[in-house]
């Protein structure tokens, strides 16, 4: 039997096959009515339009690309959540592009933002290089970046997270407890993707500290490779030493649970004898009932996408440029000195 086809719709719906195509893109040019038959037709004729065919026609790919580093860490995979659940609600496919090495992203920032390719991009968490800025700003389809920033990109659209504020407010809650030897576990300034997360609330924690006339002790301070078992190895040497901190700020909830397993391991009571404070405010975080600096990680995957949208309908709109806030999560891991 012979697969149906868009003329089939048309004949039995009563108009032309452009009509049926318009009607089952959306087009305003077609009435709600006859829209409604169409769709009507086409259900019960259990019509499939070719895809290929149907983007040929209008001139796009109907496909966004996602390029991010790492996505099975937590904040990550929360964040890609939020794109994928809102772009489930639009015509466009998902392609996903998972960044490991610094050869990896380099090789995609030249080659993914292509028209031919995808009809935008969003980036998220790899902040770009001085040499990657010709090739985005000769781009020629829609570039938004969630959690990733460059200076010289104004007319490319993005949203941070304000991450040294967020340091700073977790550090500040620690000393409005009582604590005064505060020490912090990060990951690595330095590094070849040149994250800014982690560099940015350590920031945020010397702040604090020095608006508090507290002194940031170097032995205090301890930076890896991000991971639960490497905060783990970090902070049992800090907490093995026998003028050891009263509290830790994590710079993430994956690097506090780390914490947490060393304080288990060294029999020191949290919070009695350690407060302990994360960032991200993962669904593990509620569980471990961890005290944690929440930022919009599901959100601002939700508003990426919506800002995307937003170009690929109005490509002579104006960048948009947001910072989301961060907020103070006081669970049970932190206590009064």
């Known amino acids: 039997m012979s697969s149906v086809t868009i003329r089939d719709v048309a004949r039995i719906a009563g108009v032309s096959p452009g009509t049926v195509s318009r009607a089952l893109n959306g087009s305003s040019l077609v009435s709600v009515e006859t829209k409604l038959r169409v769709e009507e037709v086409a259900r019960e004729l259990d019509y499939s339009p070719n895809l290929i065919a149907r983007r040929l026609s209008i001139g796009k790919t109907l496909s966004i690309a996602v390029l991010l580093p790492f996505f099975t860490r937590p904040s990550y995979v929360e964040r890609l959540n939020g794109v994928?659940?809102?772009l489930a609600q639009t015509q466009y496919d998902l392609v996903i592009h998972n960044v490991e090495t610094p050869e990896?992203?380099?090789?995609?920032?030249?080659?993914?933002p292509r028209k031919e390719r995808v009809d935008g991009v969003l980036i998220l968490s790899l902040p770009p290089r001085d040499e990657d800025l010709e090739f985005f700003h000769n781009a020629n389809i829609p570039i938004v970046f969630v959690d990733a920033h460059h200076p010289q990109l104004i007319e490319l659209s993005s949203i941070s997270v304000n991450d040294i504020e967020g340091g700073y407010k977790a550090t500040k809650y620690l000393i409005?407890?009582?604590h005064k030897k505060i020490g912090?576990?990060?990951?690595?300034?330095?590094?070849?993707?040149?994250?800014?997360?982690?560099?940015?609330?350590?920031?945020?924690?010397?702040?604090?500290?020095e608006e508090s006339d507290l002194p940031f002790v170097p032995k205090y301070y301890a930076e890896d490779r991000h991971g639960r078992y490497a905060a783990q190895r970090l902070a049992q040497k800090i907490l093995a030493q026998s003028?050891?901190?009263?509290?830790?700020?994590?710079?993430?909830?994956t690097q506090a649970m780390g914490v947490l397993e060393a304080a288990?391991?060294?029999?020191?009571?949290?919070?009695?004898d350690l407060s302990i404070i994360g960032y991200d405010?993962?669904?593990?975080?509620?569980?471990?009932?961890?005290?944690?600096?929440?930022?919009?990680?599901f959100e601002s995957g939700e508003r990426g996408v919506e800002i995307l949208l937003?170009?690929?309908?109005d490509p002579g709109q104006p960048p948009v440029h947001e910072i989301q806030p961060t907020e103070l999560i006081v669970r049970e891991t932190t206590a009064p000195l």
């Open 84 to 86: 994928v659940s809102t």
């Open 104 to 112: 990896q992203r380099n090789i995609l920032f030249r080659e993914i």
């Open 176 to 178: 409005s407890l009582g």
């Open 184 to 209: 912090f576990i990060g990951d690595y300034i330095d590094n070849p993707f040149n994250f800014t997360s982690s560099r940015n609330r350590f920031q945020g924690y010397k702040q604090a500290l």
């Open 243 to 253: 003028d050891r901190p009263t509290a830790i700020v994590a710079a993430s909830d």
């Open 264 to 272: 288990k391991e060294l029999n020191i009571k949290v919070p009695e």
């Open 281 to 297: 405010d993962i669904e593990m975080a509620e569980y471990l009932k961890l005290t944690t600096i929440r930022q919009m990680l």
């Open 310 to 313: 937003q170009h690929l309908e």
